[in-house]
Structures are given as C-alpha cells and as structure tokens.
C-alpha cells in the first residue's frame, strides 16, 4: 500500500517541497535569532550606541533586558 499511496501522492509533491521549504526557513530564522552568538553581537552593538551616545541609558536597559530574555530562550531549548 505503501507505493499505491506514493503515487497518488505525487501531485501534491510541489505543495508537500514548498511546506518542507518554509519550515527550512522559519527553522533557519530561528537559530539566526535565538542563537547565542547572534544576541551577544547585539549586546556589543548595543554598549557601542550607549559609548557613542546613540541611545540613552534607558533604551539601552530596555533592550538589554529583551536581549538577555532572548539569551535565556535560547539557553532553555
């Protein structure tokens, strides 16, 4: 049954590729955002704006704290 199956199957295989394509993606934005080395790039950014008088100490604790709460995610999974 298993070969029945594939090959009624075969039709819906661009959707069942584009499916499995997305998910490829959404996986790869994932790591790309939740990854350790990602958010520590961020975290240096960020000191440098606050060094450089870019952005007040206030908006540097507000996204320091999402930063570090992205951290903890990743850390987590």
Do not use: N
């Not at 594939?6 to 959404?26: D, N």
Request: proline content about 4%; charged content about 30%; glycine content about 6%.
């Amino acid at each position: 049954m298993g070969v029945l199956s594939e090959l009624l199957l075969i039709p819906l295989a661009p959707a069942r590729m584009a499916k499995w394509a997305a998910g490829q993606v959404v996986d790869a934005a994932k790591r790309e955002y939740y990854g350790p080395a990602a958010i520590r790039r961020e975290l240096v950014e960020l000191s440098r704006a606050l060094d450089q008088g870019l952005i007040s100490a206030s908006e540097f604790d507000r996204r320091e704290d999402e930063l570090l709460d992205r951290l903890e995610v990743a850390q987590r999974e």
